[in-house]
């Protein structure tokens, strides 16, 4: 089975907002074995929305349209899926209640708008949502081909995706033994940093071929200290597909090693926090901060549990801050500069003392643009922890000013994360 989505909006096609829903959308039917084979993103038009579902149901079997189900004159959604199908639109009185829901006192005109949200096309199933006050329908055609239109507000989409839509494809994939017949698919996002996009295709090239004949594709994205590899794998068999997925994977882990420091969509503190729990004993780690202004400290707390072992950080941003907070000597910063291997080592001494951590990091540099030309991206990195743990590096990192407080960031967390996974006595 194929999928075209359709995502609905002026603001998407000017670049205004992110296409988050496509991307959300997208990756959810991949899971259940179903290919998506075109994204369409369409702007607030009742005729081009209406040539976009006719080429939908051409290419596709299943339609999955996100958007354009509001009360306002720009939500034209259900007219051009009706008008696509040549079919009326109309009132549901069922669905009355939630288009009406978050209004107290209603004159005449604004009832009238809010009542548009009640009018489907004919023939259609309405999905009543359970957040927001916009209905969705869903149309299966006598060939068996099946349209889903749903809010375009992200929480509100989720929602009818995970309780109205993916039950359905689960039922209509096990009344037609899709997944027998079909292709299953299956896929991983292994994530890296510190290693480039080119670095990665020439280490990984002959893996890549030998994934060809698994049927398997490989793909990089690549983003300033995130490089994502992307494995999809289709075979018949599902647990085949598994199976080659995870040979795959594994050869490219072999290669890639302590770059890799995670799959999917996990923030490399989650894979942090993962590591600190099998070594089972408490960990603590502190930070202090210069180039980056907190933002290691800020990617840590991103991940639920992180008080169990991120004691605090300093944002030693300033000279004086450097001086005053972290007690560093102000001779040594005059001789050496505060981007410097020594300051740099110092920062780490002091903020592991000031917190009595096991590990302390600490980052200084230059993110431009008032660094000379060339020391632009020069960063120093420092890791101290228990037994006498000392490492100390010298960075150039490429990029925007928030490319390298970012790449610094990744970098350190990584290495501090394979700092522990030797502990477990893994590579």
């Known amino acids: 089975m194929k999928c075209s989505i359709i995502t609905i909006g002026t603001e998407l096609n000017l670049g205004l907002i992110l296409n988050r829903n496509a991307q959300y959308l997208a990756e959810k039917v991949t899971e259940l074995g179903i290919e998506c084979n075109f994204i369409f993103t369409v702007r607030d038009d009742t005729r081009d929305i209406s040539i976009t579902v006719k080429q939908g149901l051409e290419c596709s079997d299943i339609i999955i349209i996100s958007g354009g189900l509001g009360p306002t004159d720009d939500d034209v959604t259900r007219n051009a899926v009706a008008s696509a199908l040549g079919v009326e639109l109309i009132r549901d009185k069922g669905l009355d209640r939630t288009s009406l829901k978050f209004i107290k006192k209603i004159n005449s005109k604004i009832k009238k708008r809010l009542l548009r949200q009640s009018y489907i096309p004919e023939g259609s199933t309405p999905i009543v949502p359970r957040i927001g006050s916009a209905s969705g329908f869903r149309i299966v055609q006598d060939s068996g081909k099946i349209i889903f239109s749903v809010p375009g507000v992200p929480k509100e989409m989720r929602s009818m995706y995970i309780h109205d839509i993916e039950p359905f494809l689960k039922k209509i994939i096990s009344e037609r033994g899709v ?48 490089i994502k590899i992307i494995l999809v794998s289709r075979a018949i068999d599902e647990k085949k597909a598994a199976a080659n997925l995870e040979t795959i994977s594994q050869k490219i882990y072999m290669i890639l090693g302590s770059h890799i420091y995670g799959k999917g969509n996990a923030l490399i503190s989650d894979n942090l926090k993962n590591v600190i729990a099998e070594i089972g ?45 972290l007690k560093i000597d102000k001779k040594a910063l005059e001789k050496y500069g505060a981007v410097s291997r020594n300051i740099c080592l110092a920062m780490a001494k002091n903020v592991k003392s000031i917190f009595n951590s096991d590990y302390a990091l600490s980052v200084s540099g230059y993110a431009g643009p008032e660094a000379q030309k060339n020391r632009l991206g020069l960063v120093y990195c420092c890791i101290l922890g228990p037994d006498d743990y000392q490492k100390i590096y010298e960075k150039r990192f490429l990029g925007e000013r928030s490319e390298i407080k970012f790449r610094t960031t990744q970098f350190i967390l990584n290495e501090l994360r394979n700092a522990l996974v030797s502990r477990l006595g893994r590579v």
Do not use: C, W
């Open 179 to 226: 997944q027998k017949k079909g292709i299953n698919i299956k896929k991983m996002t292994l994530l890296t940093t510190d290693i480039s996009e080119s670095e990665i295709e020439d280490r990984i090239g002959e893996i890549t071929k030998e994934a060809k004949g698994l049927n398997i594709d490989i793909g990089i994205t690549a983003n300033p200290g995130l």
């Open 281 to 325: 004993s408490n960990v603590t780690i502190s930070t202090a901060e210069s180039i980056t202004g907190g933002l290691i400290s800020s990617i840590i707390t991103d991940t639920p549990g992180s008080s169990g072992f991120f004691l605090g950080g300093v944002v030693s941003y300033s000279d004086y801050a450097k001086t005053e907070l």
